[in-house]
């Protein structure tokens, strides 16, 4: 009968693992998780994926927790559906909607020209409901106790905005941009500029630099041992990262 290997008997992991963290835990409850598995060898992630969005969560285990930053100031790639019948505190899922009257909806060619809007460089204030630090304060935490209400203007960046599908009330869209850009900005603004709703039923992040969610393995599916061939090795992360934008 085989011995089982202890946590201090395993061999060191060094490395990535780009996880499809689904909607429900938070990003440190997956890095947790990936921890205990990886027998308590040090973890982090490359930025916080929101519990109540999905897809590409990078983490960094060993020596590859010191790229973490520079992971994290890629680029990343998200997809979302964006409802415009209605709207909500934190511009997403976490409570029921509130819907929104509208005398006409908008046409798929009103929609187009209102995103044009939102390519390239803009001011963009920061959901009150975000983990964005305030004084040494999650964000989020203030709004709760209504402490908070507006997050200045800050410069955010998207490189492209493409519109995937239209169905009243419903926008899908595909956004490459920087880091600090807010997915649920985008649909609360959006909502403003058509002079109707907006809130995200969905997000999902598909990119985080060179990381993609073809790469990536579902949270569920992570072994309950892992080992140094389930990771992208150091040379492989500093090889992708070298070439990220």
């Known amino acids: 009968m085989t011995a089982s290997v202890q946590p201090n008997e395993r061999p060191r992991l060094d490395g990535f693992l780009i996880i499809d963290k689904p909607v429900g835990p938070s990003s440190m ?3 947790a998780r990936v921890r205990w598995c990886a027998g308590r060898t040090k973890t982090g992630h490359a930025g916080t994926l929101d519990p109540l969005a999905s897809g590409v969560l990078v983490l960094g285990l060993g020596k590859a927790t010191k790229h973490l930053q520079t992971a994290m100031a890629t680029d990343k790639v998200y997809e979302t559906t964006i409802d415009l019948s209605g709207t909500t505190p934190t511009f ?3 409570v029921e909607a509130q ?3 509208i005398d006409t909806p908008p046409d798929r060619l009103a929609v187009e020209a209102v995103l044009d809007r939102f390519r390239g460089t803009i001011q963009q204030a920061p959901p009150a409901f975000s983990a964005m630090k305030v004084n040494g304060q999650r964000a989020y935490q203030l709004a709760r106790k209504g402490e908070i209400a507006d997050l200045p203007e800050r410069e955010a960046h998207l490189h492209t905005l ?3 599908d239209y169905q009243w009330p419903n926008v ?3 956004i490459h941009c920087r880091k600090g850009f807010y997915v649920r ?3 609360r603004d959006l909502g403003k500029a058509l002079d109707t709703g907006g ?3 969905s997000i999902r992040r598909t990119a985080v630099g060179p990381f993609t969610i073809e790469q990536a393995t579902r949270l569920d599916d992570v072994p309950e041992v892992l080992r140094a061939e389930d990771l992208l090795t150091l040379e492989d992360v500093q090889a992708a990262l070298a070439q990220a934008p």
Do not use: F, M, N
């Open 172 to 174: 899908t869209l595909r």
């Open 185 to 187: 900005a985008l649909a």
């Open 162 to 164: 493409d519109l995937l």
């Open 92 to 94: 997403d899922a976490e």
């Open 199 to 201: 809130w995200c039923r």
């Open 29 to 31: 409850k997956a890095v």
């Open 99 to 101: 819907p929104v009257i």
